[in-house]
């Protein structure tokens, strides 16, 4: 069994990813903050930490507790006008 962390994985992409891995047999442990994705898409066997990846303190604890071995980072900021409004804040998240 392999650990797998996936950032955006409340989001449609990131949920079903999640919800494929753990039929597969994984571990999977879920980092979102909820701003695109909803509680509701994450599966019942995923671990989840309600934060934002740009909190960089939490996101290195998470990463020394859980020690996954795969990272699928799939969190982004997906409005085009929020981009072009402010595009350092864009590639930061992205």
């Known amino acids: 069994?392999?650990?797998i962390l996936i950032t955006g994985g409340a989001g449609f992409i990131g949920s079903h990813l999640a919800e494929a891995l753990i039929e597969n047999g994984e571990?999977?442990?879920?980092?979102d903050n909820l701003a695109n994705g909803n509680i509701k898409n994450i599966p019942l066997f995923a671990k989840f930490y309600n934060i934002d990846i740009l909190d960089c303190e939490k996101l290195k604890n998470i990463f020394e507790k859980e020690r996954p071995e795969i990272v699928y980072h799939?969190?982004?900021?997906?409005n085009l006008?929020?981009?072009i409004k402010n595009p350092a804040k864009d590639a930061e998240i992205n």
């Open 27 to 31: 571990k999977v442990v879920v980092v």
């Open 81 to 83: 006008r929020d981009s």
């Open 1 to 3: 069994m392999t650990k």
């Open 74 to 78: 799939l969190a982004a900021q997906i």
